[in-house]
């Protein structure tokens, strides 16, 4: 059980837009930043949002994210079949002095 | 090249030892805090360990306290984690990673910008 919670998948056409969400508590998001992480399939995860909605150099604006009270939420827009990855939520909980991840949302573009 | 490769992983039986390296090229290493994190197979991402810069700070989860201990050797670019008392739930690919971040006002930011390929351990009769 992760103490970040994430829906298992989701899936929209291509094109189209697509949202994540990412919940936890006052001891992690609420009060900590947020990242965001694509892991394609067979290959190591890639920083994609750091800082809530921080995009590192050489990340398309097509990927976005926000964060409001204890949840966050990363957006992808113009959705392409290379984007058919698993996306993990981190952060750093301040009561079990831990970084902790979400258990990671699979995302289908159909 | 700006690059993280681990090695050292393999087979081991469960109460087994097994000691993981992290080769940093590309940057300085010794201006960033490093961690281990892993990944059981086809489930998620489990952090595991950090060392501040220095090494004077470290950081495990409850998972593997008191048998995982990371270490790093500055003047070899290198991150280490010695695994100890294997258990077959420690099976995972095991990942290097460089981290970035900072707390300020009571709010930490703490994220990885580099990660290495990974190493499968393998823990098993």
Known sequence: QSVLTQPPSVSAAPGQKVTISCSGSSSNIGNNYVSWYQQLPGTAPKLLIYDNNKRPSGIPDRFSGSKSGTSATLGITGLQTGDEADYYCGTWDSSLSALVFGGGTKLTVL | ?125
């Open chain 2, 1 to 125: 090249q700006v690059q993280l490769v681990e090695s050292g992983g393999g087979l081991v039986k469960p109460g087994g030892s097994l000691r993981l390296s992290c080769a940093a090229s590309g940057f300085t290493f010794s201006d960033y805090y490093m961690s281990w994190i892993r990944q059981a197979p086809g489930k998620g991402l489990e952090w595991v360990s950090y060392i501040s810069s220095s090494g004077s700070t470290i950081y495990y989860a409850d998972s593997v306290k008191g048998r995982f201990t990371i270490s790093r050797d500055n003047a070899k670019n290198s991150l280490y984690l010695q695994m100890n008392s294997l258990r077959a739930e420690d099976t995972a690919v095991y990942y290097c990673a460089r981290d970035q971040g900072y707390c300020s006002g009571g709010s930490c930011s703490w994220y990885f910008d580099l990660w290495g390929r990974g190493t499968l351990v393998t823990v098993s009769s």
